[in-house]
């Protein structure tokens, strides 16, 4: 059996994953698993990742889960160019920094401001209060400001003059609440010119193509997801914006 991946679009750590393959040209199954339609709880998939939860990788008999640990499988076991996750010493240790720094700071705020412009409201019926907004919003301007200051400064990617995996990790992160209808990069000349460059280095037609889904996020309706996940999104989206 060949590489399988298990993929929601809608998730920014799978477009991450399926972008990296794609322009790879790492041939792989796509196993597409429709979180709103809660085929990331079945026992079927439960077999692929006990953690319920997507991205996953199936090769052949060995299973891994978290998106950093299969893109750095991929990296190592199909030899992608350097550049992804450079062999030099510091370029590699500035790829790790900043994949060590964004899970609590540019996804955990990008989530949060996604998931209160567009989630919250499908679920409850209700916006959220508009001060609640105002809030997030500037928690995650905090975490832009610090990954132009500390880790983008003027150089063309993050790691210098190439692209390499924590580009494509920050890029997919700061497309969700772009695709919600904060458009962080238009005020931010730097940072619209580094998301050219990722785009270019991938390929525009792959990097849309990813993008399509979440693209289309505002037509998703309460109906589409399945109850069971209804009742449970619901309980922890009020606990955590209460």
Known sequence: MGLELYLDLLSQPCRA??????????PFELKRVQLAKGQHKTEEFRKV????????LKDGSF???????ILLYLVQKFKTPDHWYPSDLEKRARVDEYLCWQHTNIRMKGSKWFLSKMILPLITGQP????????ATEDLNVALKQFEEKF?????????SEISLADLVAVVELMQPVCAGYDLFEERPKLKEWRRRVEEAVGKQLFQEAHEDIMNVKNLTADQFAPELMDSLKQHLMKQFS
């Open 17 to 26: 994953l399926y972008i990296f393959a794609r322009s790879n040209n790492i």
């Open 49 to 56: 990742n006990v953690l319920m939860k997507v991205p996953a």
């Open 63 to 69: 299973t891994l889960a978290e998106s950093i640990a």
């Open 128 to 135: 959220l209060p508009p001060e609640k907004l105002e809030f």
């Open 152 to 160: 983008l400064q003027d150089k063309p990617f993050i790691a210098g």
